[in-house]
DNA sequence: TTTAAATATCGTAATATTGCGATATAACAA
DNA sequence: TTGTTATATCGCAATATTACGATATTTAAA
């Protein structure tokens, strides 16, 4: 169907699916290595940095800026963007929790 | 397109992109929560835990395998599944450095 | 050897994502 | 007001993902 039973699964499991999803595209990446790198940008130095449209790029933009990973403000007639860092603090605090439960398991395979 | 291009970026940027890919999405989150609690499991176990079939469970569990989240070794009959601490390991890092970059910056929004 | 089990693969339909040209919008400048 | 700049949105084509029934494969049991 290609369609997502999401109702099944907890609001935890789906607003980690939702991040993970908008991690999952290279150009995203690239965009969060810039603002790690610049601090803060607008859509048209991503446009200069990447291999894409200004659309598409504004698009990844959008999917990032909704899945909470950056933040945006109006300047002017550009957008300023930056990383939101209460997001990405509370991925590193999911992945150092998985890691304390893995350190008390030892691997079956 | 649809079509990523992939080229343009670095290894690692795809790299990464493709571990968020194969977490990005409910049923996936849930089997590495399964695992987290349970240590190990068989494909079975997944079928009886999620409202999804066994080809799609058998899906996601390759996809997930494919990205070296989880391995899986057979064992008779059946196939058994554990996370891949070493992936998650090198995830965890990446998070930590992020947000040691993070701290030396301040948010511009 | 036949049967049962567990899982994987194939084929396909439904849906989602990606990318971009064209165009809209919004703020500033001349 | 008119033009310019920066970004967003629309609409569409190409491709990818998701889900599952049907079936293949593989190992163990009877």
């Known amino acids: ?3 997502t039973k999401k109702d099944f699964f ?3 499991q789906n607003t980690l699916a939702n991040l993970f999803k908008a991690l999952g595209h290279p150009a995203r990446i690239a965009i ?3 603002l790690l790198k ?3 940008c607008i859509c048209g130095d991503i446009v200069d940095e990447l291999p894409l449209a200004q659309p598409t790029i504004s698009q990844h933009l959008k999917e990032l800026k909704n899945a909470g990973l950056i933040k ?12 939101d860092d209460r997001t990405f603090s509370k ?3 999911h992945f ?3 890691s304390k439960k893995l350190e008390t398991q030892q691997q079956c395979c």
């Open 10 to 12: 907890t609001d935890k």
């Open 1 to 3: 169907m290609g369609v």
């Open 72 to 83: 945006g403000t109006v300047s002017g007639t550009s957008v300023c963007y930056c990383i």
């Open 38 to 40: 610049k601090q803060e």
């Open 91 to 93: 991925i590193k605090e």
């Open 96 to 98: 150092l929790l998985i």
């Open 32 to 34: 969060i290595d810039y």
